[in-house]
T-cell receptor
Framework: QKEVEQNSGPLSVPEGAIASLNCTYS??????FFWYRQYSGKSPELIMS????GDKEDGRFTAQLNKASQYVSLLIRDSQPSDSATYLC?????????FGTGTRLQVFP | GAVVSQHPSRVICKSGTSVKIECRSL??????MFWYRQFPKKSLMLMAT?????????EQGVEKDKFLINHASLTLSTLTVTSAHPEDSSFYIC????????????FGNGTRLTVT
């Protein structure tokens, strides 16, 4: 079982819609969770971090964490074409940040 | 804040030569930096953890004699790809955390290495 799993996509949504990105992880003891956005040919940039169960909102982004289900998600409201990128879920495993394979999001006008 | 600078952004070298990549934390001190490698359409794979003043910790399957890491100061880590081969062609990205514990990592802009 992979440590961090994501659907590779692509996930296609129309402009203005809500994009929902999901991630599961295997280490039940993980405490820190992150979402990164990566444009093609660029390095990842941090979008959200979440450490406790529930929702965390930042602008159009909402991260959701459910430690019992070992599940973390990212919602993007009012999706824009500029949101088209690969979204990487990352989870700390002891002292290493482990990345999922990423979900490619396509927002079409 | 939390800016990580990586240089060069792109390098082309011939097989058998060595390439050095620098990673600097510009506005914070980093006792630990991380080196990742990413192949096209693949996720980031941790290569090694660079520890200031001590030896790097390499992930399983990563040759420490091929990928030399030096972390001589709190703001600089270097990765040297020795005797490069075409299969070493990849996107190398360094990262560091400005906080303690399990703080988020901030990434440099990456180095696109092409070995001909």
């Amino acid at each position: 079982q992979k440590e961090v799993e994501q659907n590779s996509g692509p996930l296609s949504v129309p402009e203005g819609a809500i994009a929902s990105l999901n991630c599961t992880y295997s280490d039940r003891g993980s405490q820190s969770f992150f979402w990164y956005r990566q444009y093609s040919g660029k390095s990842p940039e941090l979008i959200m971090s979440i450490y406790s169960n529930g929702d965390k909102e930042d602008g159009r982004f909402t991260a959701q964490l459910n430690k019992a289900s070992q599940y973390v998600s990212l919602l993007i409201r009012d999706s824009q074409p500029s949101d088209s990128a690969t979204y990487l879920c990352a989870v700390y495993n002891t002292d290493k940040l482990i990345f999922g394979t990423g979900t490619r999001l396509q927002v079409f006008p | 804040g939390a800016v990580v600078s990586q240089h060069p952004s792109r390098v082309i070298c011939k097989s058998g030569t060595s390439v050095k990549i620098e990673c600097r934390s510009l506005d914070f001190q980093a006792t630990t930096m991380f080196w990742y490698r990413q192949f096209p359409k693949k996720s980031l794979m941790l290569m090694a953890t660079s520890n200031e003043g001590s030896k790097a910790t390499y992930e399983q399957g990563v040759e420490k004699d091929k990928f030399l890491i030096n972390h001589a100061s709190l703001t600089l880590s270097t990765l040297t790809v020795t005797s490069a081969h075409p299969e070493d062609s990849s996107f190398y990205i360094c990262s560091a955390s400005a906080g303690t514990g399990n703080s988020p990592l901030h990434f440099g802009n990456g180095t696109r290495l092409t070995v001909t």
